[in-house]
């Protein structure tokens, strides 16, 4: 089995994996819509031209899976795995593609990705074999942090969470932004306080692994503007039910996208 990676769908999470395992192995990619490919990558034109692959890297939306999944049985081969980033598409639905026995692998990766600091949990199926799970660890790692899980009910919450995180920062960053225009800031200032307090506080949060509990106390001085600030969202546990809601709704909704359409 040679370490050719075929990625199926070149779009921005499969680019971002093409473009992280070009420059160290051979990474070929069909994606007929995309108008260019990372450095290094292969376009094929048909699947049918791809050959044994170690790892298949199946990168389309999830309403895109029905479309390729007639692919799959061929893909499958001996010693081959097939690796899902789609959100909700379940290992089951990829078996009843794939065939019964084929190594499957389901993961959540996120956007940080494209700069190697992302984080992926991933789920394997009872066929994939030690040597597969490493090439799926290799495969993975080049974008970030690899976390593998026994549990696949397990990656509803972990699409909720780390998968749509990302957007969820910044979308509190824009209100932070909002909130400082509303109190007199220009925009380019709001902006590029908000942009950089968000850069420094999650590179704070990197260092010897201090609890974000204690990051937050460091912020906070009794009586000063910070628990001023803490007080209006932690009030009738407002926080904690906003994050509550919003990561069961993401949650839910991967649970939808696993139902056939
Ligand atoms: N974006 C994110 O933050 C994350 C996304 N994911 C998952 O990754 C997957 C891809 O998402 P994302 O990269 O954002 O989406 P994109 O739309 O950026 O990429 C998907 C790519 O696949 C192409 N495509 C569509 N149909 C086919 C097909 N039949 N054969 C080959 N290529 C095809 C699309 O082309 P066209 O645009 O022309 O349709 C597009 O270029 C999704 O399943 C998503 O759930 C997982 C974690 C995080
Ligand atoms: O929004 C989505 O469905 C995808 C999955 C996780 C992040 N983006």
Avoid at 148 to 157: C, K, S
Avoid at 196 to 224: C, H, K, M, N, Y
Wanted: hydrophobic residues 50%.
């Amino acid at each position: 089995m040679s370490d050719t990676i075929l990625m199926i769908g070149c779009g921005r999470m499969g680019g971002a994996i093409a473009q992280a395992l070009a420059p160290a192995c051979r990474v070929l990619a069909f994606d007929p819509h995309a108008d260019h490919l990372p450095a290094g990558v292969e376009r094929l034109e048909s699947l049918s031209g791809a050959g044994a692959c170690a790892v298949v890297v199946l990168a389309v939306k999830p309403q895109g899976f029905d479309a390729i999944a007639p692919a799959l049985a061929s893909l499958a081969g001996p010693g081959s795995v097939i690796l899902s980033i789609m959100a909700g598409i379940t290992l089951e639905r990829l078996s009843a593609a794939a065939g019964t026995g084929a190594a499957l692998v389901r993961a959540m990766p996120n956007t940080p990705a494209a700069i190697g600091c992302g984080i992926t949990a991933a789920v394997a199926s009872p066929a994939v074999t030690a040597r597969q799970r490493a090439a799926v660890t290799r495969t993975l790692e080049a974008t970030g942090q690899v976390l593998w899980l026994e549990d696949e009910g397990d990656l509803d919450a972990v699409t909720a969470l780390s998968g749509s995180g990302p957007a969820y920062f910044y979308r509190f960053a824009e209100a932070l932004i909002q909130a400082g225009m509303e109190r007199g800031l220009d925009a380019e200032t709001a902006t590029r306080l908000a942009r950089q307090t968000f850069i420094g506080a999650a590179r704070l949060a990197e260092v010897d692994g201090v609890p974000l509990v204690e990051l937050r106390r460091q912020v906070t001085s009794p009586g000063g503007t910070t628990a001023a600030g803490l007080a209006v969202m932690e009030a009738d546990g407002a926080i904690d039910a906003l994050a509550g809601q919003v990561v069961r709704a993401a949650a839910r909704r991967s649970r939808e996208l696993s139902q056939p359409r």
